[in-house]
């Protein structure tokens, strides 16, 4: 099964450690009742544990919930720490995220704001 993530609306990173013995219902509880947020939502949430090395994705996609298991066999995610954090990521976040690199990249070019001239 793979699917083009591409245009998903929201991809949210649940800050903190994540108990990984979570299934999906215990993952959607989590982010219904703590973080108050639509696990139905064209939004895909990612979730890791104490050892950085591994993370897990929850996407609902119409029919179902689809989750994804990942273990990295070299390195270690830059989870953001802040337990009661969800942070909303943009792709380019979410590509350096799984990436290994921080998502605060201080040579990356920065989004411009509107000018007035």
């Known amino acids: 099964m793979k ?20 299934g999906i219902d215990g993952l959607a509880t989590l982010i219904q009742d703590s973080f108050e947020l639509d696990p139905y939502s064209d939004s895909i949430f990612l979730f890791s544990g104490w050892s950085k090395d591994r993370y897990k994705c929850l996407y609902f996609d119409g029919d179902g919930f689809a989750m ?9 995610l830059q989870w953001l720490k802040d337990e009661n954090e969800v942070r909303n990521l943009s792709q380019q976040e979410l590509r350096w995220l799984l990436e290994g690199l921080s998502l605060q990249q ?8 509107k000018g007035v001239f």
């Open 68 to 76: 994804l298991y990942k273990r990295l066999d070299n390195g270690k």
């Open 106 to 113: 201080p040579k990356a070019i920065a989004k411009s704001v």
């Open 3 to 22: 699917h083009d993530f591409t245009s998903v609306q929201n991809i949210y990173i649940i800050c903190g450690k994540t108990d990984m013995r979570k």
